[in-house]
T-cell receptor, first 108, second 115 residues
Framework: KNEVEQSPQNLTAQEGEFITINCSYS?????LHWLQQHPGGGIVSLFM???GKKKHGRLIATINIQEKHSSLHITASHPRDSAVYIC??????????FGEGTQLTVNP | GAVVSQHPSRVICKSGTSVKIECRSL??????MFWYRQFPKKSLMLMAT?????????EQGVEKDKFLINHASLTLSTLTVTSAHPEDSSFYIC???????????FGSGTRLTVV
């Protein structure tokens, strides 16, 4: 079992839909990251959080430390949100442990 | 915000040659830089961690002599793939942190093709 599990692996939505991507982890962490990777390969860090909730535009990230679970929500989804979303946790030291990613496709 | 510039974005080289990939932090000093490799449809695999002025720490299974990492300054780390083989073809990406309490900034990645 991976230390970081994401679900779903693939997600197809219609434009405007509310989207949720989940991340569960099995180790104690100091922080959790949500990353976005577009088809070209470049990775953008969306959020770094260690507790509670953060919001940036249409994106919301929450984390429950006790339950070792985080969610990434996208409101009013748009085709440009189509990308791979990756959950990564920082346990010991500075290294990140990555989930397998969720491929999101938003159709117009 | 913090920006990490990675070059080149794509490179094609012949088997047996060496390729250097650069990763620069443009507006912050990166005490630690990380190099990852990504296979198609897979997540990132950490290859090594480099701290400025010291030797890189390689992950198990990563050949130190094949993947040379240099972090000579607080803004520049390089990965050199030596004596490249077709199986080294992959997507390589770096990330950097300014310090322990900061997040990670990723480069745009380098698509290496060895022919």
């Amino acid at each position: 079992k991976n230390e970081v599990e994401q679900s779903p692996q693939n997600l197809t939505a219609q434009e405007g839909e509310f989207i949720t991507i989940n991340c569960s982890y099995s180790v104690g962490i100091s922080a959790l990251h949500w990353l976005q990777q577009h088809p070209g390969g470049g990775i953008v860090s969306l959020f770094m959080l260690s507790s509670g909730k953060k919001k940036h535009g249409r994106l919301i990230a929450t984390i429950n430390i006790q339950e070792k679970h985080s969610s990434l929500h996208i409101t009013a989804s748009h085709p440009r949100d189509s990308a791979v979303y990756i959950c990564a946790v920082m346990a010991s030291g500075s290294r990140l442990t990555f989930g397998e990613g969720t491929q999101l496709t938003v159709n117009p | 915000g913090a920006v990490v510039s990675q070059h080149p974005s794509r490179v094609i080289c012949k088997s047996g040659t060496s390729v250097k990939i650069e990763c620069r932090s443009l507006d912050f000093q990166a005490t630690t830089m990380f190099w990852y490799r990504q296979f198609p449809k897979k997540s990132l695999m950490l290859m090594a961690t480099s701290n400025e002025g010291s030797k890189a720490t390689y992950e198990q299974g990563v050949e130190k002599d094949k993947f040379l990492i240099n972090h000579a300054s607080l803004t520049l780390s390089t990965l050199t793939v030596t004596s490249a083989h077709p199986e080294d073809s992959s997507f390589y990406i770096c990330s950097a942190r300014e310090g322990l309490h900061y997040g990670y900034t990723f480069g745009s990645g380098t698509r290496l093709t060895v022919v």
